[in-house]
């Protein structure tokens, strides 16, 4: 099988090479244990076989002696697919040094942001650095959506409000941004970097549409910048049994200027996917990473590029696909019989909720940090994914919150006994999917009784966006600026408008109670089987 596997690669290879301009050359060089850890090869330090390495289309495996060769444009990365128990080198922001840039001709000079400078000639060999790691089938990574900061001051308060509280208080393997890193501002790459690698922890990234440079003539010139910083947009590493593959899912128009984009992926890159699942173990779990997320319905990801994914998927039983995006926390599940998607196990896409919540908005707190809930009522914080094997455990930490805040309960503060036929009970289980089950009781009363699922807008940001419509009746911006100096803090910025909740469930209480305040107990349990508590009490008075 291994054979097969390396001639059928080398055979593809050169086909493709066949298929390329005459001026495109050929890289080669060696994957190797870089034991001293000086990041050059010498001598005494052997190379590393049947490791892939890519030119973003091509995959080639190294042979006995740690050598690839591969077939690069003038506008290429070059870069090795971490291995299982191996790592690949780090920079100064725990960024994985796992590329080569090759860009003899630099970036565009219009360009706002700086993209790739000049490179030059190929070196005789581009090699790659790899450092043993003890291998794990139990780890847990840690996910960031939409950062998204515009000034430094965003970038303080993903400081102040999500790094702080992880630094030194879990054991991660690594971690990983799921795009919108930065807010248009590709400046910002830097600070943020130095902001998270605080962590101390392998740190790797995502493109979003808010990461690109908007002045690219082409889609393939869109993520310049990010190459610079990051390396390749659409790549591919492994820890144990979890192969993850990265992709640049932002569509640009191809129009100097323009901000239109659209979810999907270009031939090349589904030539890179197709390619780099012919070498996985069918019984491994594929992780897919994007920014823009999956959809059941419509084209903010092309449908006709979703059902070619879902194509390259149908062999392997166990999936999972990651996006951001939409400032909403969200798990969807495509059903064989409803989407495209061809195994009777649903495809499980999660799309993580943000760091930013509502792009930084809302009300300052008492540390001068934004409250910014997201507008499904889900709390701005992050995810954490525990991987065992091929399973895995998806958990959502709220900002400054402990680790057992997994839910709101919503209902009147005080009622008047039997004058009410509705009385509502809504609970918004952040992590809650239709794999989900909710029941409660009143504690004393009545026994364990099952919640609805609904999709409607959450009470409590509901009460927000309330609450802005005021401030902008009485005009409180115009009112701040009048009154105060240019450098006083206003209170806050406006939320934006409410979205539908996917993770609300309801019931009608009614108002049959005796007089005095009773507790309601909630407990929900998620698709993993496990079961979270927790009460809230309502007063109740005879008329």
Do not use: C
């Not at 808010?210 to 947009?233: C, K, Q, W």
């Not at 794999?435 to 009784?449: H, N, T």
């Amino acid at each position: 099988m291994r054979a097969y596997i390396i001639a059928l690669l080398t055979l593809f290879v050169s086909v493709g090479a066949d298929a390329q301009s005459p001026d495109q050359k050929v890289a080669k060089g060696f994957v190797f244990h870089d034991t001293n850890e000086n990041r050059t090869k010498e001598d005494a330090e052997k190379g590393i076989p049947e490791v892939a390495v890519s030119n973003g289309v091509d995959i080639v495996l190294t042979d006995e002696n740690g050598a690839y060769e591969i077939p690069v444009s003038d506008d290429a990365v070059i870069f090795v697919i971490k291995p299982r128990d191996w790592m690949t080198p780090l920079n100064e922001h725990d960024l994985p040094q796992f590329y080569y840039l090759h860009k003899p001709n630099g970036y565009p000079d219009n360009f706002t942001y700086k993209g790739v400078e000049p490179t030059g000639d190929l070196p005789d060999e581009v090699n790659f650095p790899l450092y043993r790691e003890e291998s794990h089938q139990n780890y847990k990574m840690v996910v960031f959506g939409d950062p998204q900061p515009y000034d430094i001051e965003m970038i303080d308060f993903l400081a102040d409000d999500i790094i702080s509280e992880l630094i030194g208080k879990h054991q991660l393997k690594f971690g990983m941004t799921m795009g919108d890193i930065v807010g248009d501002n590709l400046d910002l790459f830097s600070p943020l970097n130095q902001a998270v690698a605080k962590l101390e922890i392998p740190w790797y990234n995502v493109l979003g549409n808010h990461d690109i440079n908007y002045m690219a003539p082409t889609d393939e010139l869109s993520d310049e910048t990010f190459e610079r910083v990051f390396g390749p947009a659409t790549y591919a590493f492994v820890y144990g049994d979890v192969h993850f593959i990265v992709l640049d899912d932002v569509i640009h128009e191809s129009v100097a200027g323009s901000r239109k984009y659209v979810g999907g992926l270009r031939p090349d890159q589904f030539e890179f996917v197709s390619n780099y699942l012919d070498l996985v173990p069918k019984n491994h779990l594929i992780v897919l990473a994007m920014h823009i997320p999956l959809v059941q319905h419509g084209e903010s990801f092309r449908q006709s590029d979703q059902k070619k994914l879902f194509d390259l998927l149908k062999d392997f039983p166990h999936t999972l696909s990651i996006s951001a995006h939409t400032h909403v926390h969200d798990h969807k599940f495509f059903h064989q019989d409803s989407t495209d998607w061809q195994q009777a196990k649903p495809h499980h896409h999660f799309n993580v909720g943000t760091t930013s919540g509502s792009w930084w908005n809302g009300m300052r707190n008492e540390v001068d940090v934004p409250h910014t809930m997201m507008r499904d009522g889900t709390p701005n914080g992050y995810s954490f994914i525990t991987f065992n094997g091929t399973e895995y455990i998806i958990d959502w930490k709220v900002a400054g919150s402990p680790a057992d805040h997994q839910m709101n309960i919503h209902l009147p503060r005080g009622i008047v006994a039997d004058k009410l036929d509705t009385v509502l009970l809504t609970v918004n289980f952040f992590n809650g999917s239709e794999q989900s089950k909710l029941e409660y009781r009143v504690k004393g009363i009545s026994e364990w009784k099952q919640m609805e699922k609904v999709e409607k807008y959450d009470p409590y940001y509901l009460k927000i966006d309330q609450r802005w419509k005021q401030f902008e009746k009485i005009d409180l911006k115009s009112k701040w600026e009048e009154t105060f100096e240019p450098d006083v803090t206003p209170p806050g910025s406006p939320m934006p408008a409410p979205r539908i909740s996917t993770h609300l469930w309801e019931t009608n209480l009614g108002s049959n109670f005796p007089a005095g305040r009773h507790v309601i107990e909630v407990r929900a349990k998620d698709r993993y089987g496990r079961v979270f508590t927790n009460y809230s009490s309502i007063r109740v008075v005879k008329e």
